[in-house]
């Protein structure tokens, strides 16, 4: 937002641009795509809160209009992004976790429209987001100085669908193998003197697939054996609801009520199957956003936010009893920005939550209070952003400093160059340092996980496409692991610092107006850098050094054709860099066919893993083979859109 | 702006600390690790060396067991000619020292070294040959230096060699990642190694690693050595591996009989390892100083036993098809994996014993114990299964628990497992400490009730001596920041498995656990000696108890122990805040 006051603040007295920058006549000084990310026709959803993004961050959206009709699921759809490493349990509906750069899923800070949707510290499953209620994914690399505790890593900022002045229906069914079927329908338009938006959806798989298994797994040459994973399966459904308006002097509402149930089965390992072990969740998120605009270019926002999520294990080993347990938060923050001096965007935000667990380990709580100073300046000319942030926190009983710098430099030509430093850190998760799950118990000595970071990207943005490349580099300390603790137990302890280092491409190109291709490319280093000679130097494990997305679509927007190729090399699996998962490599391809036009209706065909390679989860266990499904999508604008 | 950078800058707070950091229980000398409470080389500090036979204990050089002071020297009174019966007290010239007194020659087998009668066999500063004395607090057992016991300490990655009798350890050495599990395969320790899925070597009695290595299942909970073979429980991998060496009865096809490990007869009627013909030997004559000569054959040998004290006696004969070592480079057991049995998936095997051409395998998880004929290493089978959960597992307040067999050893024909009997829900103790009984031929199973010898959970189980012995992990209890305040019903408990006559040794830690007292909690136990050894997942120690001649229990080394408190086997990590020893075995 303070993107779009400097935009419009600078208008005026900025000079006309030297002839033959590359800009369009008339056009103001740009800034970054990713900081306006606002369609053309609508207005911004804005409880996607880009107050807090830094216009030099390194940030990838993935909008899943682009994909409509593959099938695909939350982390199906991130599985391209450069810095992202998923892991998934194998099926729809199974669990999946998120790595930004090297940092563990629990440094990873995911939001749905600027809510935090994990307990303190927690990882977020993706696998309980539902894809049909998304706009757009924004996934920003490196440290969330700006966020606050637990973007160690990164950012996943889940931005839902956005309500729409004109009435629209929409309507996907796909059904396709392991007896898979989703199912999603929605409407939006005039609601109440502002826009409202209502969307239902469901999912089931039944999940269970066969594999190869080698049972004699240390003696060479010994046979393999068909096996089926089971207990695999998955049954999804919810809704979003959503509110927008315009009120009175200058006042915007936006509301949005998020509610997903879902159960699945717990397959267990390879090792040890577990065929009654299941998993049932309930997740509600709320939030209100209230923007004000006064004169004199300053807005203040308000955000109201709640959240409660509840899920529950049985059967395996949790025996036949129920393991229950509720994690829920309230709160609300506040940020007002102000155009000051003609370039600077001076912004302040201060928020305050309180967070409970419920388990019968223990119910914690604590509260959050945060309090964040921006400033941002345009120079020369408004080519250059320099961003610069300090944040305090105070999480329970953990403080910590998130100061940020940053830089963005549009250069002619398309071109333009960032960079940013800055320091993040990661409380202990309630379950770490209080809660006993089973044999993991808690330690309440835990510090917190601290993260230095720094990176550059330089891009290339055209009209028929654009490309980055960039590079980062990570220090990080008292990384918290679970270790063996007598008898039978795990415990955490702040164990290492290890340092992270990549680099990181994507491009996209357009070169006719029927063929699109993109690719990106991640590389990860990362180092163990305090630790006993077992571990010290070594690679952290579960951090694949390579990872490669490339796509190709071709055809007109009626019919087209499509296919993808999703590389990510082997990994360790242990600290001592002796134990590794294979590479892999899936093939994916689909077409689609627009069959109307007014209502749209278009019909998708999707073959995953045409290639049938036995891709592994964490744990070794195979992930599904080839798989084929089927989508029916439709979009009717039932009202055309009233000029206003 | 430029002030709300600087501040941001202010609050990086700074680089991480980096570096590496040396396993528990050692500390950085120079570019290496050194355990400066045991290492003669570094002995409380690194680079202060103990002199002569001095060995380090505590980080303070000391004389070993068996000499004492005498004018700044340690000196065996018994046989040292200068200090013969007492400091100072020297014999004529010509005589020698024998039995404290002097006399003109060695009588009774002695062997001489200069003026000193000595038994070779036993004597840790003249072992096996004179003036080859034992490294750190090692024993002379058949003219071999040689630990009493070796434990394992899991957490730390190390393995570290103790003397009976003295009590007293040697150095930490790193071994593998995590050994959970060792076993004696003739001069080398084999480790099955949970963290990284390996079996790992090490060369006895130095204990340093080799580098030879095999890959085994996943959470390796066993290793088992069995003539020549080697069995390997893999618990997570549910499978039983059968690994053995390669080869001609493990010696390289290519090596010819006489250039591995034959020794050369010498003129004087002694033998000695070829100098540069020890492709295939374990102990390359590698003494510096030896004169080597040209022999007979063609080969290099001593020239004389006495000449520059180059003499290397042969080891101990190796038992009968003992494989030799490969390659010159000592680069440890050339083994491969020869058979595999799947117990199925979620079995959690937890152990193996063998009797005759059959394993026995108890399963963790379902309960059973499994008859596996072995008889061919290639194709191991099943050939019965004994349902241990099915029997009467006496559960407290008529709750429901599992058996959870845990450990097995084989006597008389029988064969006996522990069984762990917890609670379901909670995993802590459900019911009384069960030690399950199999007749090996008739696959009869009965239990025997340990709760009322004051024995919970037990974890382990030994058969020496004509007798059992069980190790009881008991019922721990923690505080708030779960820090373990206190273990009951924990030891060991002697048992006379056909009179069920038994004695328990339970190590009590009477002011709990804050009040500097850690409180013991039990893993594996080795008998040695008259001595039961015991150790310890908590604190990393070993307890002690010895055997009466009336069959009861006193504590030796332990919290109220007559020779004093426990043996800190493994370092602790003061980050971790606990150790473990995982495995504890006596050397022959």
Redesign the interface.
Known sequence: MVGVLLLIALQAPSPSPPVGDGRGEGDAIPLPPVDVPAPPEEAPAAASSPTRRAPSAVTTTVEPTEHRGEAKDTAALLASTPGVTLAGAGGTGQSTSISVRGAASSGVLVLLDGVPLGGPSESVDLATIPTPVVERLEVLKGGGARYGPGALGGVLNIVTLRPRGKARLFAEATQGAFETTLLSAGATGELLGGQGLFVLHGARSEGNFDYAYR??????G?PTEARARTNNASLLGGALLKYRAELPKGVALDAMVEGTAYARGLA?TI????TDAHEQGQRATFGARVTKAFEGAGELEVLAWGRLHRNAFAGGAF?S?VYAQTDSGAGAEAHYSQLAFGR?GLSALVSGSAEWLQAPGGNPSWGRFSAM???E?LLLGGDLT?D???RVDRSGPFTG?????GALWLLPRGFEVRANL??AHRPPSFFELYV?QG?L?????LKPE?G?YADGAAGFRHGRGFVQVGGFYA????LISY??????LA?P???A?ARVAGLEVEARVEPLSWVQASATYSLLFTQN??????F?LNPLPYRPRHKLHARLAVGPRWLYARGEVLYQSDQFV???A??TLPERAFVNLGATCELLQEPKLSLSFELKNLLDVQGMDLDGYPLPPRAAYLTLSLTWDVVPERKS | ?KR??L???????G??????????GTQRCGNG?ADTSTDSRNCGTCGQACFGTQVCVSGACQCRTGTVLCNGQCVVTQSDPKNCGGCGMACPAGNVCQNRACAATCAGGATRCGAACVDVLTDPTNCGSCGNPCADSQSCRAGACQWDLVAAC????QVVGVASGSDVRGPLQ?LG?GPFSIAQYGPVLLAGDV????LVQARLPSLQQLSEFN????GVNQVLVDGTQVYAV?S????L?VLQPVGDAGCPAVASPDAGCAYLALADGGSALPLGADAGCFYPATDAGCVAVRLDDGGLGPLALEDAGCFTPPPPPAPPGMPCFQGASDAGLKLA??????TG??T?PSAVVKTGSFAWVPLL?TGDLLKVDVSDAKSPHTVASVPLQSLNLRPFDGGSTAAYPSSIATQSGKLYVTLNNLD??T?APGGPGLLAVVDATSLDAGVIELGSMGCLNPVAVLAAQGKLFISC?GA?T?DM??QLLSVRSAGVVMLDPSTLAHATWSPQCSSGGDGGCLPI?PSKLAVRDGRIYLGD??GGRIFAADIQPDGGLTERRGYAGAMGGPIQACGVDP??G?S?VSDLISLP
């Open positions: 049972p004699l797994s240390e003696l060479a010994s267990g090792d040890n199957p577990t025996g009893d600077h100073a921006r400033d300046v320099v610069a942030s300090v400093f998130s100061p940020h710098l800055g320091q006993q044999h118990i808690p330690n309440a000595q601290r230095l220090l990080y300390e008292d270790e063996y603790y007598p008898p039978l415990r302890v702040n164990f610092a850098l305090k630790d006993d000679p077992r010290y242990n600290r001592t002796t134990l | 702006m709300l950078s501040m941001s800058l202010l609050f990086l707070a680089c991480p600390e980096t570096g590496v950091v040396c396993r528990a690790c899991y957490t730390s990655g790193p990642s963290t990284d899925s390996r890959a085994l299942g996943r893999n997570t991998g549910h499978t591996q994996t020869v058979g595999e049995l799947d998936t979620g959690l998880a379901l829900g995993y992990a721990a923690f920041n779960y909690l997942q908590n980050a971790v606990f473990n």
